[in-house]
């Protein structure tokens, strides 16, 4: 029952840089992944920008695609993302619907898409980033509850539940890998959620951490009280950044170690923790990491350099197995 995952490249701002699809287009990179994950996220072409590009019309061809090759490598699916501030498409946040046209095109939106991978999607992150970094929700800059209201939230998952109930549905956000306020301000939202009866059924923890950042030493603890709470948990989006002092820079031996102990320190965790049941990487290979894009003067994060081969972290993740 328990899942080590990886994210499957493709779209996002990447789309920007010189090369194809790597998920349709470097069979090396897919022969890894059909090889070593036990379950993918496709890292955008599930987001409304992708698979929602025009007003009324959806395009599912990159989404079914994963889905596909999920099922045919006997892997679990993550999809990613039903209601987030970013990556919406422009017809939707510069269009001048009305509240009760935009409740439509969510519902409608939430009902489609979740509806065609009924069954085969396994989890879903239904909210994403829903608090922001003063701890409270993103009631101005996330589009829907800026329109909508925070009611939407129990919505959406109601609807997402509709149609799919064997999905498990989530609440997925960066920096609450630690008993911090803001994973304090995601208990308070769950503990609410569940009063009102909504289907919210799980919590991820994306674990974009640094190592300059430092390790965040509560994760098991903080786990831990949302499975109190009866909700599964998930570290979603993992990855390990260095500070790479010029483009090109590869980490150092150093950094390499501090990166294996910080990704099999957050694995551990997850195993210890009775409610953890996925681990999955935010692109395994350094190739096409989102991490130099984002974050200017750091990568190298992933636990397989640019050419597929090993670092240390992948070793260390399977003996912590
Ligand atoms: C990132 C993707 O990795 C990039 O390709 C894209 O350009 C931007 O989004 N939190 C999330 C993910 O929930 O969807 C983000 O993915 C990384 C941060």
Known sequence: GFHIGSSVAGGGHHDAEPYPDPFTHDEEYTDVLAREFASLTPENRMKWSEIHPAEGSYDFDAADRI????????????????????????????????????????????????????????????????????????????????????????????????ADPAAELFLNDYNVEDVNDKSDAYLALVEDLLADGVPVHGFSAQAHLSTAAGYPGSLEENLDRFGDLGLRTALSEVD???????????????????????????????????????????????????????????????????DLNPKPAYDALRETL
């Open 67 to 162: 889905v596909e090759f999920a099922e045919a490598n006997g892997q679990e699916v993550r999809g990613h993302a039903l209601l987030w501030h970013d990556q919406n498409p422009d017809w939707l946040e510069e269009g001048d619907h009305t509240e009760g046209e935009l409740r439509e095109i969510l519902r409608d939106h939430v009902t489609t898409v979740v509806g065609r991978y009924e069954g085969r999607v396994h989890q879903w992150d239904v909210g994403n980033e829903l608090i922001g970094d003063d701890n409270e929700l993103r009631t101005e800059e996330n589009f829907w509850l800026r329109e909508l209201g925070p009611e939407i939230i129990g919505d959406v998952f109601r609807w997402a539940h509709e």
């Open 240 to 306: 390990v950044r260095v500070e790479t002092p010029h483009e090109g820079a590869g980490a150092t031996e150093e950094q390499l170690a501090e990166q294996s102990d910080f990704y099999t320190r957050a694995l551990q965790a997850c195993l210890d923790a009775e409610s953890c049941t996925s681990f999955t990487v935010w692109s395994f290979t350094d190739r096409y990491s989102w991490i130099p894009i984002a974050f200017p003067g750091e990568g190298a994060g992933s636990i397989m350099d640019d």
